[in-house]
């Protein structure tokens, strides 16, 4: 997709954002894109036409700008992405996506035309993304680009860890953190 | 590091630990939330078997997906009704705070957290919503959050989070007659463009800034994530203090002197240094309307839609105004509006609802206009009955409604038709945001008062 500033209302328009658990996301995909005023699928986007699939999603700059909203990370690995590569990336959607199995690899802006182009003109292309050494390269030939990632994300994706686990096992450091603060703000009342 | 920025002080008071040379363990003094991004989260919760870590730092209210009129009935839209009753369920179940409906204080969740003193400068504050930008109006470290990250906050009370870089934008001189905080917002986006601040947690400074009142600042911060910065704040000062001084939740007495010697030390040191930093003149700023598909495409309300930008490739530009219905070199001086909406976290308050007054006092909102006045909160609906801003309001035409994020994002019924010009106060022009094929122009509400009665895009000024 090689539009820019893909936003987070175009990713899940905020009138699927209604359901109560993390299920169903993938179906309501770039919505106002997929389907017609009708429901009807439209013909000219990408995701409708069969000659185009696969698990990498390449996007234009600043992907993800807009809302907080993490269900446009639960949407994208919903429909079965698991790799985004643009050139740009918005931060809040970038850490949502990382908290998701979802990973967002930065790339050059030239390197991502190539993917663009290439792609458009061979809907078969096949892209490696290797994880542990942290490189993508175009099939069969292409080189190896590599691309950054924060090590502790990087090892929690490896191994499905979630940042929760590792902040439970800290319990007792906060604790101790709130007692020996120098200012603590009066607190609210009770709930009863 | 000596000298530090205000935005270095309070973040480096609140980081219980660092992982990973990248990465802090920020302690959270006040975690807002809203029916929309908590479901998921409560659930996390119950299947890890675990309590909420601190329910009286937590405090939520039902906001994005409430009706603006008739509230005191159940919600017809079952979708909505099941999200708004799940976190009343979730907030029963979990010992959390709630103004939901029914309850006077109910409101936009970045409306009532200031309104009702639990808002306080020095603060780290989170919310599963971009515009909780808005609360570091306070000084404080204020920003939106993922849903996994609400379930982190529920859980520990802490963030794993990267610090981001630190910006200063300047602003100094005064602002003109009938130029408002959402025009210079609007200004600055349109020069630092909507990915600008990305990376960056912006502090606002200079004289101008200092002349806006508590309202008008926290209109600033608000759209500080529209240029894609993580956060943005203004130092506190007098003003703040009196703003806050005697709401519901206030420090008193001894603890008022306590917290009153602590809010005094928030300001950037004067040495410290930004990672990066911008000037810019009040003078220079005017009314300003969006005219494209992302808030940092603005211009000034005598100015015509550009040719091209250089923040974005021609064919992503015309698709942008293609959607719009525009044309480069249009001028939008007098082209007929079908709607306004007066709302949403970012223009919603009392201030806000009195410069509309003021502007339609005696005249009437132009035929073929629907004009919808959705006031933030509870607590500022019943402020404007007392001053009779109502009956002003009614009278003139305008929808005078119910609180709620209403036709800012239009999840509930409040939905811009396709094809139709909508002026509003929110903060989000994205493709869509109003309703399918919906066209928003964003603007300041004296602006939008000044379209509502005139029908079509005026320069205020000319009227005030």
């Not at chain 1, 069969?50 to 690995?77: D, Q, T």
């Not at chain 2, 204080?105 to 971009?130: A, F, K, R, W, Y």
């Not at chain 2, 009278?395 to 609180?403: I, Q, V």
């Not at chain 2, 036709?407 to 002026?423: R, S």
Request: aromatic share 8%; net charge negative; glycine share 8%.
């Amino acid at each position: 997709m090689p539009m820019e500033d893909i936003d987070t209302d175009q990713i899940i328009p905020a009138r699927f954002l209604k359901a109560i658990d993390k299920l169903g996301f993938g179906d309501n995909l770039f919505y106002d894109w997929r389907y017609d005023k009708n429901d009807q699928p439209n013909p000219d986007f990408v995701l409708n036409n069969p000659l185009y699939s696969g698990k990498i999603l390449v996007a234009g700059k600043n992907f993800g700008s807009g809302s907080s909203r993490e269900h446009a990370a639960w949407a994208l690995h919903g429909y079965g992405f698991r790799v985004i590569i643009s050139s740009f990336f918005a931060d809040i959607f970038k850490g949502n996506a990382l908290n998701n199995g979802l990973l967002p690899i930065q790339v050059s802006p030239e390197y991502l035309d190539i993917l663009l182009q290439t792609i458009s003109q061979h809907p078969d292309t096949r892209i490696t993304m290797n994880l542990p050494e942290q490189y993508v390269m175009l099939e069969p030939e292409g080189e190896k680009v590599h691309f950054e990632i924060d090590g502790y994300k990087k090892m929690c994706l490896l191994n499905g860890y979630d940042d929760i686990d590792y902040l439970l096992s800290l319990k007792d450091k906060i604790v101790e953190f709130e007692k020996n603060r120098s200012y603590v703000p009066p607190p609210l009342p009770a709930t009863n | 590091m000596k000298h530090k920025t205000l935005f270095d002080k309070i973040w480096d008071d609140h980081v219980v630990e660092s992982v990973d040379a990248s990465q802090d363990i920020l302690y959270i003094d006040r975690h807002f939330i809203h029916e929309v991004t908590s479901p998921q989260a409560f659930s996390g919760l119950r299947e890890r078997q675990i309590p909420l870590f601190r329910t009286q730092q937590t405090v939520a209210t039902a906001d994005h997906n409430v009706p603006t009129i008739n509230q005191h009935l159940r919600i017809s839209e079952p979708l909505s009704r099941i999200q708004v009753e799940t976190l009343t369920k979730n907030c029963a179940d979990f010992g959390v705070k709630l103004y939901g409906l029914g309850n006077p204080n109910q409101g936009i969740v970045h409306i009532i957290g200031p309104e009702l003193g639990i808002t306080q400068p020095g603060m780290t504050i989170v919310c599963g919503d971009s515009h909780t930008s808005t609360h570091g109006a306070f000084g404080t470290i204020a920003f939106g959050i993922g849903t996994s990250q609400v379930e982190q906050v529920f859980a520990t009370q802490t963030l794993l989070v990267s610090k981001p870089k630190r910006m200063r934008i300047n602003i100094d001189g005064k602002l003109g007659e009938g130029v408002y905080s959402k025009d210079l917002i609007l200004y600055l986006l349109s020069r630092l463009t909507a990915g600008g601040g990305t990376g960056y947690f912006i502090e606002y400074a200079g004289s101008a800034i200092k002349e806006l009142s508590m309202e008008a600042r926290m209109t600033i911060c608000n759209m500080s994530i529209e240029m894609g910065a993580r956060g943005g704040l203004i130092a506190p000062d007098e003003k703040t203090f009196e703003y806050i001084k005697g709401r519901d939740f206030a420090p008193q007495g001894e603890d008022w002197e306590r917290a009153l010697a602590y809010w005094q030390t928030l300001y950037s040191d004067p040495e410290a240094e930004f990672d990066l930093e911008y000037h810019f003149d009040a003078a220079d700023i005017e009314p300003m309307i969006t005219y494209g598909t992302n808030p940092g495409m603005g211009i000034k309300i005598s100015e015509q839609v550009p040719r091209e930008i250089k923040s974005a490739k021609p064919e992503s530009f015309h698709k942008s105004l293609d959607y719009m219905g525009l044309r480069p070199g249009q001028e939008l001086l007098g082209m007929p509006v079908q709607n306004v909406f007066i709302g949403s976290c970012t223009n919603a308050r009392i201030e806000d609802l009195r410069i509309v007054a003021a502007f339609s006092k005696g005249k009437k909102v132009s035929p073929h206009v629907r004009a919808m006045i959705v006031p933030g909160s509870q607590r500022v609906r019943k402020q404007a009955v007392e001053e009779g801003l109502d009956r002003i309001l009614i009278d003139a035409g305008y929808e005078f409604r119910e609180a709620g994020c209403s036709a800012c994002l239009g999840m509930n019924e409040d939905k811009i038709p396709a094809g139709q010009y909508c002026v509003s106060t929110s903060n989000r022009n994205f493709e869509g945001r109003q309703g399918p094929g919906a066209r928003t122009i964003l603007a300041s509400p004296l602006t939008a008062a000044a379209v509502a009665i005139h029908g079509k895009i005026v320069d205020p000024r000319e009227y005030v």
